[in-house]
């Protein structure tokens, strides 16, 4: 009996071709990413849907200087400056954005340019109409909310809450001291909460696989991209923030009428926050209209799908996503910018990794998405 396997064994690898070999999936594109722009000289990163299907991209400062508009309207892979092109002197390194409630866009320009490092004043929030394609407020962010090594990284507006709302903004810091900046947007008040605690800082010995090499988070000497609190997402109905440690694959969540309340002490803040467990190490987000929250994952090249109930689910992925970065909802649509900020030189020991272009990419969600 063992003869004849044996012979028949090698009759069938002798007389028949091998099928392909089995592949992880997860390796293979998922067929829904679709580019829409390259750039070679500006680094995409926030990005906007703005009510009238327009689309708005960040182009910051602060790792490369550029040529061409800071803040633009993308059409069919052309820019035209937004609002228009006399106010782009007026931005310096804008970053984060968010379309509130009411249709109008606030964009967080975090005050760095490459090679300079903080500008003073410039780190500031602008409130701009998309209906009059103008900046209609401006408010500066300060000291003592805004430290020497301050980063301020990513915007979420909520207008539930305080006279004009209040934003919500991820300090990841240059340094070791991230927070959350809460910002009332009738006063221009402005605090500092959760310093230097667990839901923001970046986690010791983490260990991340980016774009095939293993790095160990080191905050003196950074192989890889890491930071504190970074990405941020805010519910449907507004009643709840969400952020992650960009080193961490933690998510975290507490009530915006806690966060939002000038009233609450730290001890009640930290106690509000919640664990949500692990959803990637993420970096953008954006909202659905039926609370989904969609998560970039960089590990993965991908787009995570975090539903009301925490379910989580792979919506995309490409290997072109290098470290995706800002998300913006649209119908049925994700977009997202790629700038490929995990291969900076800063991070690889003074040597360039990047290859260009730049990408802007539409992603159509899958019906089976949360």
Do not use: C
Not at 219 to 226: D, G, I, L
């Amino acid at each position: 009996m063992i003869r004849r396997t044996a012979v028949l064994s090698l009759f069938l690898l002798a007389g028949t071709a091998h099928a392909a070999d089995s592949v992880d999936a997860g390796f293979k594109p998922s067929g829904n990413v679709e580019v829409i722009a390259r750039f070679y000289d500006a680094q995409p990163s926030g990005i906007a849907f703005l009510p009238d299907k327009r689309l708005v991209v960040g182009f910051p400062r602060s790792a490369k200087e550029h040529t061409g508009p800071r803040l633009a309207v993308l059409d069919h892979g052309k820019l035209t400056p937004f609002p228009d092109a006399a106010s782009q002197e007026r931005f310096v390194s804008p970053l984060g954005m968010n379309v509130d409630a009411k249709g109008r866009l606030w964009v967080l320009d975090e005050g760095m340019l490459a090679g300079k490092g903080i500008v003073p004043g410039a780190a500031r929030i602008f409130e701009i109409d998309p209906t009059q394609n103008k900046i209609v407020n401006v408010i500066d962010l300060k000291e003592p909310a805004l430290r020497p090594d301050s980063h301020p990284n990513d915007i979420r507006i909520d207008l539930t809450h305080g006279e004009a709302g209040t934003a919500f903004i991820t300090d990841s810091s240059l340094t070791t001291h991230p927070a959350l900046l809460v910002v009332d947007l009738a006063t221009g008040h402005q605090r500092r909460i959760l310093a230097d605690t667990k839901p923001v800082m970046p986690q010791e010995g983490f260990l991340a696989v980016l774009d095939g090499k293993a790095s160990r988070y080191d905050a003196e000497h950074p192989t890889m991209a890491q930071a504190g609190a970074n990405g941020i997402g805010i519910s449907a109905d507004q009643q709840r923030l969400f952020w992650q440690p960009l080193t961490s694959r933690e998510l975290y969540s507490a009530p915006t009428a806690k966060l939002a309340d000038p009233k609450a002490n730290e001890a009640d803040i930290e106690s509000s926050v919640k664990d949500e467990g692990e959803a990637g190490m993420g970096d953008g987000t954006a909202t659905a209209p039926d609370g989904t929250l969609y998560i970039t994952d960089i590990e993965r090249h991908g787009v995570l799908a975090r539903a009301p109930n925490g379910a989580i689910s792979v919506v995309a992925h490409d290997p072109r996503l290098i470290a995706p970065d800002g998300l913006a909802y649209g119908g049925n649509v994700l977009y997202g910018t790629v700038g490929q900020w995990s291969r900076l030189p800063v991070f690889h020991n003074g040597r360039d990794a990047q290859h260009l272009p730049y990408l802007v990419v539409k992603i159509t969600l899958p019906k089976s998405a949360p």
